[in-house]
């Protein structure tokens, strides 16, 4: 078991890693069993290509806008997970304005 936290994502109630893994593996073409949660994208050899199409698949997939300095800094699956979180708490928060 990975000592990362779950995080539910406050839309579905799922968890929210296990999500972005299967949007990952879709858009790269690969078993979401071969993405560790805790995995860099150097470890599972993603170049800045497959980032820019990783990208737009999670913003499609959550309705979101990862703003490009942001983008430039995630660098793993955690990373990614923290950022999209964030992203979605903004979202709801602006929602409930």
Known sequence: MSDQPVVR????????TARVI???AETQKMKAEAIGR??????LKFDSLD????????????DINIPDDAAK??????????????????KAEKAAK
């Open 38 to 43: 805790g995995a860099t994208f150097e470890q």
């Open 22 to 24: 299967r949007v990952i």
């Open 51 to 62: 980032g820019i199409n990783i990208l737009f698949a999670l913003e499609n997939e959550f």
């Open 73 to 90: 800094q995630i660098t793993s699956i955690p990373e990614m997970v923290a950022g999209i979180e964030k992203l979605l708490v903004e």
């Open 9 to 16: 994502d406050a839309e579905s109630g799922s968890d929210l």
